[in-house]
T-cell receptor
Framework: NAGVTQTPKFQVLKTGQSMTLQCAQD?????MSWYRQDPGMGLRLIHY???????DQGEVPNGYNVSRSTTEDFPLRLLSAAPSQTSVYFC?????????????FGAGSRLTVL | ELKVEQNPLFLSMQEGKNYTIYCNYS?????LYWYRQDPGKSLESLFV?????AVKQEGRLMASLDTKARLSTLHITAAVHDLSATYFC???????????FGTGTRLKVLA
């Protein structure tokens, strides 16, 4: 059982480049979410999804897009990377939302924007 | 807007000592969670607290919840080096699926 898989683990981008962070889970979880972790700021919610075709914004959505075409996948897109998006990104999922279940986290993706 | 604050942000303590981490949140919440993160690693769940007065314990860690005060505590008893990690509390915003984390408490237990 792979759990939550994130790729890539590390990425360096130049300002203005675009990229997609991939997240896949094999637990048939309805709820998936993206967080960014910055020193001294904890984890901040970027976007989340409660099922295929349904997404919503979190605390810090600007500069990021998401889609949820399948239950398994929830990619995070940076359309035009900025140095302020340098961070560690975590994908997390739960069976039917945080009201009932704890989140299972991926290993994280470290992004540096030069 | 829901805010979740933890204190202290950093904690250095000697083995064998007791200490408490505090988690305050600003609005009504459905659930409170505690997570642990080892350096360079992902987060793993420790406790889920579901109602006022809830108490959960595992090993040297005990978590409690006071929903009236909007306060949760994570108490460490007779700390050991293996407990060195960053601890996060998190709450869900009532009526939403937003899951908001605190700033984290970085704990270092000195031998």
């Amino acid at each position: 059982n792979a759990g939550v898989t994130q790729t890539p683990k590390f990425q360096v981008l130049k300002t203005g480049q675009s990229m997609t962070l991939q997240c896949a889970q094999d637990m048939n979880h309805e709820y998936m979410s993206w967080y960014r972790q910055d020193p001294g700021m904890g984890l901040r919610l970027i976007h989340y999804s409660v099922g295929a075709g349904i997404t919503d914004q979190g605390e810090v959505p600007n500069g990021y897009n998401v889609s949820r075409s399948t239950t398994e996948d929830f990619p995070l897109r940076l359309l035009s990377a900025a140095p302020s998006q340098t961070s560690v990104y975590f994908c997390a999922s739960s069976r039917d939302g945080p009201k009932r279940n704890v989140l299972t986290f991926g290993a994280g993706s470290r992004l540096t924007v030069l | 807007e829901l805010k979740v604050e933890q204190n202290p942000l950093f904690l250095s303590m000697q083995e064998g000592k007791n200490y408490t981490i505090y988690c305050n949140y600003s609005t009504t919440s459905d659930r409170l969670y505690w997570y642990r993160q080892d350096p360079g690693k992902s987060l793993e769940s420790l406790f889920v607290l579901l109602s006022n007065g809830a108490v959960k314990q595992e090993g040297r860690l005990m978590a409690s919840l006071d929903t009236k005060a909007r306060l949760s505590t994570l108490h460490i008893t007779a700390a050991v080096h293996d407990l060195s990690a960053t601890y996060f509390c998190a709450v869900t915003v009532s009526g939403t699926y937003k899951y908001i984390f605190g700033t984290g408490t970085r704990l270092k237990v000195l031998a």
